[in-house]
């Protein structure tokens, strides 16, 4: 059972994008739902590393990405449109770790990479 779900919005703002620096979630498990295709922004793509290589997915409005707290993943800058998403997340009691924040890029407690 998630212990804590989340909606998120992220338009484009003017000027230049947000994005999402490379980190490990300190959780059990996070489910990553796209609610819009990648089609519908431009940048904004999610990524990780995977047997030393960076990887993007091609997310279709629906899919979803399940890892656990060893992926490290990013979100490269959005500079159009807006990225929907829904979190789901089981914690594993990591908060307060060494290298943890509550204050990460992600505005959600990051582990560094």
Do not use: K
């Amino acid at each position: 059972m998630p212990r804590l779900v989340l909606w998120r919005r992220v338009p484009a703002p003017t000027g230049g994008g947000e994005r999402i620096a490379f980190h490990r979630d300190p959780t059990h498990a996070t489910v990553n739902v796209a609610l819009n295709s990648d089609a519908q922004f431009e940048g904004g793509r999610l990524m990780y590393v995977a047997d030393g290589r960076v990887v993007c997915p091609a997310r279709a409005a629906g899919s979803a990405i399940v890892h656990d707290s060893t992926l490290v993943h990013a979100v490269s800058t959005l500079r159009g449109g807006a990225r929907y998403s829904l979190f789901a997340l089981r914690e594993s009691g990591q908060r307060g770790a060494p290298g943890a924040s509550t204050g990460g890029a992600c505005g959600f407690p990051c582990l560094a990479a």
